[in-house]
């Protein structure tokens, strides 16, 4: 959900001293020492440049994956790609179990010699093959935190986690400091969601006003938005594309109540936010969110008590859903974060360009989740409903 960017004060002379006359490290994919967590992770466990098991690339490729002291995140070592042309991943075997909802991170950053190449964070198995989950165009010298999160699918006990791009010669990615998380069965983590829906019309705006209550500050985070998406049902799987305006208080807020924008572009496996850090919000209180369409800019817009807070053009330009709810995910245990919020004045801009009221056709209540609507089901802050 978050991409953070940290800057380091290395150079890019440092790095194009990097030694390339590693031998391509190609070990067996099944690779039977795998483990529940990523090892080697940081490539502080390497002797040389060419030797830092348990990373591999596939064999074939022409481009060479190796270690290096040039652009460490951490420690003293990182890794590297060179693409050489073709799509290269640098990848190892991890354990995990199906019906289980896990965190990838990395960080990453690329060579700025080119017009661009990313650095796709991918996870595969022999069931969903290569996934793109979360990419990223960071340039050096900016490190960049890319993550994604994934369901295990039913009887996949193991896969890989690569990191993958493709650039011309003498371009480059660089990486360091893995990490795999289990955050618990995912029925647990995936059910902390409680949206009121409008479905199956064209829809070319969202607007709430949105109760903020007391969100617990301890999850990863808790949030309450209004949003889009372009195809019912919204799906990663099916890569449907969304654009989402809100509140959130968590973790990955520094413990701060914050507006946010997340959106995913249509075609894409991946979806990524960003926190809005120049306007402050309070708990117990409401305000206006809304996403609409521009027809002049052909960008979606997201809009914060009136103030345009993000635009962006997406792969959508109308959209099937409109909702309003509260999400959160919080790490076990205890696994279920308590969600509620209120979503008063549910309007939606209809495809004559009028915003119209509309009730919600699909309201989604379960476990302690609810989603309430001031006037109909009374006032409730946080909490069960
Ligand atoms: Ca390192």
Same mark, same amino acid.
């Given at each position: 959900?978050?991409?953070?960017?940290?800057?380091?004060?290395?150079?890019?002379?440092?790095?194009?001293?990097?030694?390339?006359?590693?031998?391509?490290?190609?070990?067996?994919?099944?690779?039977?020492?795998?483990?529940?967590?990523?090892?080697?992770?940081?490539?502080?466990?390497?002797?040389?440049?060419?030797?830092?098991?348990?990373?591999?690339?596939?064999? *074939?490729?022409?481009?060479? @994956? /190796?270690?290096? $002291?040039?652009?460490?995140? #951490?420690?003293?070592?990182? !890794?590297?790609?060179?693409?050489?042309?073709?799509?290269?991943?640098?990848?190892?075997?991890?354990?995990?179990?199906?019906?289980?909802?896990?965190?990838?991170?990395?960080?990453?950053?690329?060579?700025?010699?080119?017009?661009?190449?990313?650095?796709?964070?991918?996870?595969?198995?022999?069931?969903?093959?290569?996934?793109?989950?979360?990419?990223?165009?960071?340039?050096?010298?900016?490190?960049?935190?890319?993550?994604?999160?994934?369901?295990?699918?039913?009887?996949?006990?193991?896969?890989?986690?690569?990191?993958?791009?493709?650039?011309?010669?003498?371009?480059?990615?660089?990486?360091?400091?893995?990490?795999?998380?289990?955050?618990?069965?995912?029925?647990?983590?995936?059910?902390?969601?409680?949206?009121?829906?409008?479905?199956?019309?064209?829809?070319? *705006?969202?607007?709430?006003? @949105? /109760?903020?209550? $007391?969100?617990?500050?301890? #999850?990863?985070?808790?949030? !309450?938005?209004?949003?889009?998406?372009?195809?019912?049902?919204?799906?990663?799987?099916?890569?449907?594309?969304?654009?989402?305006?809100?509140?959130?208080?968590?973790?990955?807020?520094?413990?701060?109540?914050?507006?946010?924008?997340?959106?995913?572009?249509?075609?894409?496996?991946?979806?990524?936010?960003?926190?809005?850090?120049?306007?402050?919000?309070?708990?117990?209180?409401?305000?206006?969110?809304?996403?609409?369409?521009?027809?002049?800019?052909?960008?979606?817009?997201?809009?914060?008590?009136?103030?345009?807070?993000?635009?962006?053009?997406?792969?959508?330009?109308?959209?099937?859903?409109?909702?309003?709810?509260?999400?959160?995910?919080?790490?076990?245990?205890?696994?279920?974060?308590?969600?509620?919020?209120?979503?008063?004045?549910?309007?939606?801009? *209809?495809?004559?360009?009028?915003?119209?009221?509309?009730?919600?056709?699909?309201?989604?209540?379960?476990?302690?989740?609810?989603?309430?609507?001031?006037?109909?089901?009374?006032?409730?802050?946080?909490?069960?409903?």
């Amino acid at each position: 959900m978050s991409t953070l960017l940290l800057a380091l004060g290395l150079t890019l002379i440092v790095l194009s001293s990097t030694s390339v006359s590693a031998q391509d490290p190609e070990i067996d994919p099944s690779d039977p020492e795998a483990q529940r967590f990523i090892r080697n992770p940081s490539y502080e466990e390497v002797t040389n440049s060419s030797h830092l098991p348990p990373w591999s690339k596939a064999k *074939g490729s022409p481009g060479i @994956i /190796y270690a290096e $002291q040039s652009a460490p995140h #951490s420690g003293g070592w990182n !890794g590297a790609l060179e693409p050489l042309g073709s799509w290269l991943a640098m990848r190892q075997r991890v354990l995990v179990a199906s019906g289980r909802v896990y965190r990838l991170t990395t960080w990453v950053s690329t060579s700025n010699g080119d017009s661009g190449h990313p650095a796709n964070l991918v996870w595969n198995t022999n069931v969903s093959g290569d996934r793109v989950c979360a990419y990223s165009l960071a340039r050096w010298a900016t490190y960049s935190h890319v993550e994604c999160w994934f369901d295990v699918p039913d009887g996949v006990t193991k896969f890989l986690v690569k990191l993958k791009s493709n650039a011309p010669n003498g371009q480059w990615v660089v990486v360091d400091d893995w990490k795999i998380e289990d955050w618990g069965r995912s029925e647990e983590v995936q059910s902390a969601q409680a949206l009121g829906k409008v479905q199956g019309e064209a829809v070319f *705006g969202a607007n709430s006003a @949105i /109760y903020t209550g $007391q969100p617990d500050g301890g #999850s990863y985070f808790v949030a !309450g938005f209004v949003g889009v998406c372009n195809q019912v049902p919204c799906s990663v799987a099916l890569q449907t594309g969304y654009y989402e305006v809100g509140f959130a208080k968590g973790t990955w807020t520094g413990g701060q109540l914050k507006p946010y924008v997340s959106w995913k572009e249509s075609g894409s496996l991946g979806g990524t936010g960003r926190t809005i850090d120049n306007l402050t919000l309070n708990e117990d209180t409401r305000y206006n969110f809304e996403v609409r369409f521009n027809d002049a800019t052909q960008e979606w817009e997201a809009y914060v008590g009136g103030i345009l807070v993000d635009h962006r053009a997406l792969g959508f330009v109308s959209s099937q859903e409109a909702a309003c709810g509260a999400e959160g995910a919080k790490q076990s245990p205890p696994i279920n974060p308590i969600l509620s919020t209120q979503c008063a004045s549910f309007k939606i801009k *209809g495809a004559n360009g009028t915003w119209q009221s509309r009730d919600f056709n699909v309201t989604k209540t379960q476990r302690n989740n609810c989603v309430t609507k001031t006037g109909t089901y009374g006032w409730k802050g946080w909490g069960p409903c």
